[in-house]
């Protein structure tokens, strides 16, 4: 039984600092969207007082507690398994909503085949836009997983596709999140899970949204950064980009990715980016997990009676917005 309302999970790791300032932000919004509520935030075993200072000033609040450090897939996917609700609000522990974020939102999920929609991303003290609708395009055959978009002269009503819905705020249909299997955690500890797990769903036919009315900000986050050192987060990044290919590319793109990498891995060997090595070595690695992620999509693809390739999203993107005025950065 679907159950109306929105379940917010937030994965927080050492995120006691900004708690304080995202937490009544979001208790303004959700109050203001009308819609019962419950917030469930996901620990990933930090070791600063956050848990402490959510007891002790939020006691209404679902926390989990991890007792190892496992990354934003299993993180979030344990709070998503617990929300109640039928639309679950992923927000990072570095955004705060404004006040208005759930206005123009609710009305996405009158759609039956309505994925998700994020928000836009500004920054924390002004209005530079980080984060927008999400640009699908290829290098080569390779999927380019950064680039955003938003419309020129911005309305209400332009229903803009993204090809995924960023991790840091994404509120989807939770019954299809749960259909998915939440994020793959082949993916962890971070980097390219939300763009993976958009991309499943867009090859089922389900439709992620970008609305630019529903603002939220971010400060820039630097425990992953404090945490790993340059070359080991390229690792995981390169890593994990690998298995995104591996799992949607069609069999014949498939095939040209791979003689694609070649000159790619000698030019990394060249400019002494061992690192990448390391990212195919781990790739090798899981493929009987990359297997089964491709088994697991057809397997759901049959119950849908579909399974999108790649290329078809993103024409389905491209094909909404051509002759349409956009802004690309």
């Not at 991309?199 to 089922?204: K, N, S, T």
Request: hydrophobic share 40%; proline share 4%.
């Amino acid at each position: 039984m679907r159950l109306k309302g929105i379940s917010v999970v937030i994965p927080n790791y050492n995120g006691r600092q900004l708690l304080p300032q995202i937490l009544p932000c979001l208790y303004i919004a959700l109050n203001k969207a009308g819609q019962p509520y419950e917030i469930i935030i996901s620990d990933d075993c930090s070791k600063d007082d956050s848990i402490l200072y959510i007891e002790q000033h939020f006691p209404e609040i679902l926390v989990l507690k991890s007792v190892v450090n496992r990354g934003f897939s299993p993180t979030i996917n344990n709070g998503i398994f617990a929300a109640k609700f039928d639309l679950v609000l992923l927000l990072n522990s570095d955004v705060k909503l404004e006040p208005d974020y759930f206005k123009t939102l609710l009305r996405y999920f009158e759609k039956e085949d309505t994925f998700g929609v994020m928000g836009r991303i500004v920054g924390w003290e002004d209005e530079n836009i980080q984060d927008a609708a999400k640009y699908p395009s290829f290098h080569g055959v390779k999927i380019k997983t950064s680039g955003n978009y938003y419309a020129v002269n911005p309305t209400e009503n332009d229903w803009l596709y993204s090809i995924y819905l960023s991790g840091a705020n994404a509120l989807i249909d939770r019954q299809k999140l749960i259909t998915l299997g939440g994020f793959n955690e082949l993916f962890a500890p971070f980097y390219v899970e939300d763009f993976e797990l958009s991309l499943r769903a867009w090859r089922l036919g389900w439709k992620s949204y970008y609305d630019h009315f529903a603002i939220c900000r971010h400060q820039t986050s630097v425990s992953i950064k404090t945490k790993n050192s340059k070359a080991a987060i390229n690792t995981i990044y390169y890593r994990n980009k690998m298995f995104l290919h591996a799992i949607h590319l069609s069999k014949n793109r498939l095939a040209l990715w791979y003689l694609q990498m070649i000159p790619e891995t000698l030019i990394r060997i060249f400019t002494l980016r061992f690192y990448y090595l390391k990212s195919l070595k781990m790739f090798l690695a899981g493929s009987d997990k990359i297997k089964l992620a491709k088994k697991n999509l057809e397997l759901l693809a049959r119950n849908e009676n579909k399974l999108l390739s790649v290329e078809e999203v993103v024409a389905v993107i491209l094909d909404s917005i051509k002759g349409k005025p956009i802004e690309r950065f």
